[in-house]
């Protein structure tokens, strides 16, 4: 059960993250990112290395869009 919970939380995170501003902004889709890898981390979906890694993807995939923004991509 917990690794059938753990890999549908992943796969909500990954699927958020390949579909940037179709919800939302750069900006809220980082911070929506930030606060489930938190989420999964309370609620023992993951590990702290785990979370670490999941909010270094974030912050490198909204440091991407802010640098194509600014390019004027």
Do not use: C
Not at 46 to 59: C, F, H, P, S
Request: hydrophobic content about 35%.
């Amino acid at each position: 059960m917990y690794e059938d919970r753990k890999a549908q939380a992943l796969e909500t995170w990954q699927s958020m993250l390949a579909m940037p501003e179709i919800r939302a902004t750069a900006q809220e889709q980082y911070e929506e990112l930030l606060r489930l890898a938190e989420d999964y981390s309370i609620k023992g979906f993951i590990n702290r290395d785990e979370r670490k890694g999941l909010v270094m993807e974030a912050t490198k995939r909204y440091a991407h869009s802010v640098e194509d923004v600014h390019k004027g991509a």
